[in-house]
């Protein structure tokens, strides 16, 4: 029955959950299961087992220690935001006027 509520949960994810949530989700997932000893290695594999049928064509992939580094986010993020709404802001401003100043203009 578990496994069943799981997969629940995961349908209802792609289906209800907006980008954020699915970030948080996942990072939670993480650290609770390194926090369980999964190793972090057996951790990057899946998720890039999973980066590949989301996003083929993404160069990138994950490592043992990305995992780890999932964790110290979920852990900063336990009482308050981790970077808050209004930090995120004022950091993305002024990148983009440094960006004008220098002619760079702003990335996609």
Do not use: W, Y
């Not at 993480?30 to 951790?43: G, I, Q």
């Not at 989301?54 to 999932?70: S, V």
């Not at 110290?72 to 009482?79: D, G």
């Not at 006027?97 to 996609?108: K, S, T």
């Amino acid at each position: 029955m578990g496994r069943l509520i799981d997969k629940a949960e995961d349908v209802a994810g792609v289906l209800l959950h907006s980008h954020s949530d699915r970030v948080a989700v996942t990072v939670d997932r993480v650290a609770r299961s390194l926090k369980r000893k999964v190793d972090a290695d057996v951790l990057a594999l899946q998720m890039n087992k999973n980066l590949e049928r989301n996003l083929p064509d993404e160069p990138m992939r994950f490592t043992g220690a990305d995992m780890k580094k999932f964790a110290l986010l979920s852990r900063a993020c336990k009482s308050r935001p981790g970077l808050t709404k209004e930090q995120a802001g004022e950091l993305q401003r002024n990148q983009a006027e440094a960006d004008a100043e220098l002619g760079d203009g702003v990335p996609e």
